[in-house]
Structure formats: C-alpha cells, structure tokens
C-alpha cells in the first residue's frame, strides 16, 4: 500500500513539474479522432444571468469573450441578448418590452456563443497573456467530456465571424450553412432554399405554408400565409444569431383570431419560428379554428420520414417504408424529421409552450396520389409534411411556433432519436473564478 501511495505522489509531482516548465497539454473537449455530434455542432450556448452572477447588474459593452485555439485564447464570435417580457429577445426598435434595463446585463438576459467554439483548459500562462480581466471561466460539461471559454473585461479583440445575416431590402437570409430566400414584404413566404453540400442543384424547398382555418355554422375562412398582413418592424444581425421581429394580425368572418408578434431567430443551421399571439375571447365564438404550420419540399422523392411517435421504419417519399397513416405526434413528443440521402436532413420541434391542444402531423406526397395544395410554386407536395394544431385556447396569449434545425448527418451515429435528444437538452454551463492549471495540480497533490 505504502507503495502505491509513493508512485501517486510521484506521478502528481511529475505533473507538477512539467506545469512549472510550460509544458502543460490541456484537455482538449473531444478525444482525438473524434468530432462533434451533429445536434452539438450547431448549438447555441445561452448563459443567463443568474449562471454569469459576476456580470449581473453590470453593463456589458466592455466585455468579451475568447477560447483556447491552436495554444492560445483567441476571440470567438459572442453577443448579449437581452430579454423582453414576453421571454423573447428583445430588438431595439422593436413593439416588444424589454425586461429590465437596457444594455445593463439583468433579469434574465443572456450571453450567446457556439458551443463548438469552446476549447481546452486555459493553462496559467494563457490567462497571463491576454489582455484586460480574465473574470470568467465557462465549463461545458457534456456527459464528462469538458470545453472552456473565459469572458473578459477590458479586452478589445473580436473575432471577425458572424453565423448569419438578414439583408432586409432583398429578403435573403443567409448562413455559412444555407441561403433562404423570403418575400421582403411579407417574410411569411419563402421561396428557394439552399443548402451546403446537398447533393442536387436547385431549391430544397417549393414553399413555408401557413394555414389559419376557421368556421362558424355554414361559413368557412382559409386564410394562407401571404393573405396575412404582416410588416418587418426591428432586425438585428449579430456574431452568433439575428433576429427579425415582425407584427401581424389575422381576421376571419369578421372576428379577429389572432395578433401575433415575435421576432425569427436565424443561426448557422436553424430558423427559429415563434410566435407570440394574443387569440381574443371573441374568437370563442368560432367552433372551429385550426392552424397549419408546413414546409413543402421539391423533388425529394427517395427521401426518408419519421416523427417522435411514428414506427422506427420511415415512410419513403414517393412511395414504400411505412404508411403515411401510421405517423404520429403529440403535444410532449412532437419531431418531425426528413433525411434526404444527399447531404440534407432536417429535424422540426413545435414551439407551443405548455398549451392544453390537439397536435397532429400534416403528410401530403405527390407520389402517393397527393393532390395540389396552393400556395405553391411545384405542383403537389413532394412531399409537405408539419403539424395540424386543433383546439386553440382563445382568450389568452399563446406560442405557436416551428423551430427547424438543419445537418447533413441527423441520421447517422445512433439516429435521429440521438439527435433529436441532444437538440433538446443542451450542455450545461457552469461559470466560475478562473483558477489556474498549476493550482489545481497542486491541490490534486494534497488531497492526496
């Protein structure tokens, strides 16, 4: 016993010394040989004020961010978002309230960086380096494997990256990972749709299909998306996310549904599509108001279709797997995701918050005798698949909303249940003082 204590100690005093003479490899976040998961490669890292508590109360314009990269720290793309009091972020010329003061870091603003940013373990000569106040450090701990990132104050240095860009006179929303091109006077309607490395030229997507149906006795209204009157009123394009924050209202048989207010979140892979909407009282008196929420896609016939609830075998586009009549959804398990087998697969969450509604998956396949279905550039579906929401509380404010994410390998390495796990939990982040590699060394040394 007394030797194996001897050859613990001696190997935390070799760790010791090669500290000492700067020779110190850190951890890097992955072993090598290995690679981010898909879902973790486009994560957004959200850091709240109550995890970043050294920064709560303060203003934010002298801090920034850096990653250890090739040795050293380095700037990372990074912004602040503050937060409305709808639990939206909230846009400087914008209908939303913010929450909080302005450009003070409170309440339940957030920091924003890519998780697949983050780097090894600053050594003690690395956080001597840089300038300003390292005040931070930020560990991601994702099942034991940890990455860091160091917020800093007084440091002038910024990474030249940005993830994604609205121009708001043509319409295009671009990504270093896709292009999508949306009608600038109403962003309700989307046309082509191209993304990195798909195999096929040509638009991915016919259009977005919007659907508001309501009934009262024999009369019918189906009010589609560029009948919605709608107007861009705030964009902010930002390092990690931008935003468009616009307004709309819907009416029908001469009662008003719905006034709707929440900005789009576009990053390197997602678009992100809530909806903030006030549904009136009055709208009670409709005994029947859907909503239908779809992507119609373009020749992707061959393609692979699965939802949350569905059988593991997918239904194949344009004919064979599994029938179309076995998908299925629910309010608590609700993905949706299409595998194209060229480079491009996508995963749908529905973004309803805890509403008390019916959900249930919309699949029309111009393959398998679908009829045409206007709004739409191509005709029939090819396919379009999303969600039928029924049910709608009236009286109350609500989210209704799609978030779609975006990867060429959903499907691989463990399938999409995998990803579609991971898409919905995050890393977690734990912020605290820096301490320096030596010291925790030594501190290993005397617990022993």
């Not at 204590?5 to 010394?17: E, F, V, Y």
């Not at 024999?218 to 919605?228: D, E, V």
């Not at 709208?283 to 061959?302: N, Q, T, Y």
Request: contains cysteine.
């Amino acid at each position: 016993m007394q030797l194996a204590i001897s050859c613990k100690r001696l190997k935390i005093s070799a760790l010791a010394s090669t500290l000492i003479l700067g020779l110190y490899t850190p951890t890097w976040a992955m072993p090598p040989g290995e690679s981010l998961s898909p879902a973790r490669e486009m994560e957004i890292s959200l850091i709240d004020s109550k995890t970043l508590d050294m920064l709560a109360g303060l203003p934010y314009a002298d801090y920034s961010v850096m990653a250890v990269s090739n040795g050293s720290l380095l700037p990372i793309p990074f912004q602040f978002d503050e937060i409305s009091v709808d639990g939206f972020v909230y846009l400087k010329g914008g209908n939303l309230t913010i929450l909080g003061e302005e450009d003070i870091f409170d309440e339940k603003d957030v920091l924003d960086l890519m998780y697949k940013d983050t780097g090894p373990q600053a050594s003690e000569d690395m956080l001597a380096a840089v300038t300003g106040e390292v005040i931070a450090e930020l560990t991601f701990d994702d099942h034991g494997r940890k990455s860091y990132a160091y917020v800093l104050k007084g440091n002038s240095e910024r990474s030249k990256v940005q993830y994604a860009n609205f121009n708001r006179e043509t319409g295009v929303i671009k990504t270093d990972h896709y292009v999508l091109n949306v009608d600038p006077d109403n962003v309700l309607v989307w046309s082509d749709f191209m993304y990195r490395g798909f195999k096929k030229k040509g638009s991915l997507l016919d259009t977005m299909k919007i659907r508001v149906k309501a009934g009262m006795g024999p009369l019918r209204a189906n009010i589609k998306n560029h009948m919605i009157p709608n107007r861009v009123v705030a964009v902010r394009n930002a390092p990690v996310r931008s935003f468009i924050e616009m307004d709309a209202s819907i009416s029908a048989l001469g009662v008003d549904i719905l006034s709707a207010r929440a900005p789009i979140t576009i990053t390197a892979q997602t678009t992100q599509f809530p909806v903030f909407a006030h549904i009136p009282a009055a709208a009670a008196v409709l005994p029947r108001l859907d909503i239908e929420i779809s992507l119609d896609f373009h020749e992707l016939e061959g393609a692979k279709y699965r939802t949350a609830l569905g059988p593991k075998e997918p239904t194949i586009i344009g004919g064979g797997g599994a029938d179309p009549d076995q998908l299925k959804v629910s309010k608590d398990d609700h993905w949706l995701s299409l595998s194209s087998g060229k480079g491009y697969d996508i995963i749908a969450f529905l973004n309803i918050a805890e509403l008390d509604l019916s959900v249930k998956p919309l699949y029309i396949d111009a393959g398998r005798k679908g009829q045409n279905d206007k709004p739409e550039r191509y005709k029939g579906g090819h396919p379009q698949v999303g969600y039928i929401l029924g049910n709608i509380p009236t009286g109350a404010d609500a989210v209704l909303g799609v978030d779609l994410f975006y990867s060429d390998r959903f499907w691989a390495d463990g399938g999409v249940e995998k990803a579609a796990e991971e898409l919905a939990n995050p890393v977690p982040v734990q912020a605290s003082a820096p301490v320096p590699v030596l010291e925790n060394a030594e501190n290993a040394e005397n617990a022993l």
